[in-house]
């Protein structure tokens, strides 16, 4: 495992909050969560991603390092990922996508989760817009693991996307409402939604997208 932190407990009493890290959030009116748990410097441009994905329709969360420093500094694995605001956000939510970062300058994504269905269902739309997508059913990128932060949604099955070094780069520099994954991403959640009549919740008040931060990090 290698994280500095074995939990969020853990590196909240050692960091600084806003200055070496930082979580935002944006409630809304929808039982689908895109989160982003490693973002900012750990792996850069899964904030942004995350962010896309969600726009103005699903609920989104971050956490990221502020700081450059070894990715295992601000590293929560995804199985020991516990801190409470992403906690209570999608636990009420029937679908959660967990966007993360790879290394390596080829341009794929690794699909993984409990979810199987919609797994597959992104893993394919991906490789339709001609990018390597492969469905990870074992190994690290599996995320089968039951206490893996994507899969303690309200049904206990989530999905995650492993992108690489290369894609994420690519999609930085592109417009994001255009980028394939973001398309990809979405259809195959329009799709989940209709399929599972998802009711929408309540809006909560939200706060304005703060300036600093889910920016380009540069390592
Ligand atoms: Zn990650």
């Known amino acids: ?15 600084r909050e806003g200055t070496h890290f930082r979580r935002f959030s944006k409630r809304r009116a929808s039982n689908i969560a895109i989160i982003a748990p490693h973002g900012g410097t750990i792996e850069p441009g899964t904030s942004e991603i995350a962010l896309a994905i969600a726009e103005d329709d699903f609920q989104f969360y971050c956490f990221e390092g502020l700081v450059d420093a070894k990715h295992e500094r601000f590293h929560i694995t995804s199985t020991r ?6 906690l ?12 993360h970062g790879l290394e ?20 394919r739309k991906i490789g339709e817009a001609g990018f390597g997508s492969q469905t990870m059913s074992t190994g690290n990128h599996a995320a089968t693991n039951r206490r893996n932060i994507c899969n303690l949604g309200k049904m206990g ?35 989940a939604k209709h399929r599972r009549r998802i009711p929408c919740g309540p809006i909560s ?5 703060p300036a600093k931060g889910c920016g380009i990090q540069a390592i």
């Open 1 to 15: 495992m290698g994280d500095r932190y074995c939990d969020f407990a853990e590196l909240e009493k050692a960091e």
């Open 81 to 86: 990922f516990d801190e409470p605001q992403c």
């Open 88 to 99: 209570a956000l999608i636990k009420p939510c029937d679908v959660v996508i967990a966007v």
């Open 104 to 123: 390596g300058s080829s341009k794929k994504v690794d699909v993984g989760g409990m979810d199987i269905w919609l797994r597959d269902q992104i893993s």
């Open 157 to 191: 099955r989530g999905v995650q996307l492993e992108i690489t070094r290369g894609l994420r780069d690519a999609f930085l520099v592109s417009d994001p409402k255009r980028s394939w994954v973001i398309s990809a991403a979405c259809d195959s959640v329009g799709v």
């Open 205 to 209: 008040p939200e706060p304005s997208m």
